[in-house]
């Protein structure tokens, strides 16, 4: 008596039909100005709506307002052309650091030689006031003509 059918249910148990109502949504009110309270020049039309459970709800229809029309924005946007000035910028100034860097690099090696150059001359201006024969200028004199080293004993 109770036996199966093909669902899986027994008989005397089946299931009336199920109505399924789709919620339609409501024209949705942007906030964009504030509403002020105006005085129609006309009556507005009442609109009813009734909603899949059976309740009606019944108001005036509001229009929304327009938003002011967006201003128009450059092709390329602000942001991006200080990006690439300030990429453009770092570059020369990277140039320029590196010229910086020669220029410092041959300012020390002019140095450098001028060093050198420098400790030559005045060594070799003290060379000449040191050996020059340009007359007695005090001390002793000795010239040692003839010597004669024996077992570590000098005879002059």
Known sequence: MNEPTAYGRRAGHETAAVEVHHPMPLAPVLPAAPLVPVQPGTVPAVTSIVLPDGRVVTGYTLNPAKPEPVAVKPAVSRTAVNIALGG???????????L????????AALVHQLIILAAVIFGGWIAVQVFSASGHQGGNTFHIRKAIFKRNHFNG
């Open 88 to 98: 453009i910028g770092f570059g020369a100034v990277c140039g320029g650091l590196v």
């Open 100 to 107: 910086l860097t020669a220029f410092i690099a041959a300012l």
